[in-house]
């Protein structure tokens, strides 16, 4: 069983930032693909940015509202995932969840088996 942690959450005003770190443990843990996504109040999980695990690190999808300003990388010797925030905005207010994909290298939630618990981002204004 694959456990993803998130931490580095909490409170920012406008225009600062914020690293998001997902910790992964497991004896079966290793993912094709790693991903951020957040969830609005009332709203679907909606996709932020994605990374492929094995590859040189380079290989990288964003959501186009994020593109510029996040950041995703991971360390594969820590078994730990990076999303880096600048230029928050209240916008950016949300859960941020990590996930892991075994086979998809996506944005689409469903693609996705393994999640996190969630870390509260707020960006105030």
């Known amino acids: 069983q694959v456990q993803l942690v998130e931490s580095g959450g909490g409170l920012v005003q406008d225009g600062g930032s914020l690293r998001l770190s997902c910790a992964a443990s497991?004896?079966?843990?290793?993912?094709?693909?790693m991903g951020w996504f957040r969830q609005f109040p009332g709203k679907e999980r909606e996709f932020v940015a994605a990374?492929?695990?094995?590859?040189?690190?380079?290989?990288?999808l964003y959501q186009p509202s994020v593109k510029g300003r996040f950041t995703i990388s991971r360390d594969k010797t820590k078994n730990t995932m990076y999303l880096q925030m600048n230029s928050l905005e209240p916008e950016d207010t949300a859960v941020y969840y990590c996930?892991?994909?075994?086979?998809?290298?996506?944005?689409?939630?469903?693609?996705?088996?393994?999640w996190g618990q969630g870390t509260q981002v707020t960006v105030s204004s």
């Open positions: 990374i492929r695990w094995g590859a040189s690190g380079r290989d990288t």
């Open positions: 497991g004896r079966s843990f290793s993912p094709y693909v």
């Open positions: 996930a892991a994909s075994s086979w998809y290298y996506s944005g689409r939630h469903g693609d996705y088996d393994y």
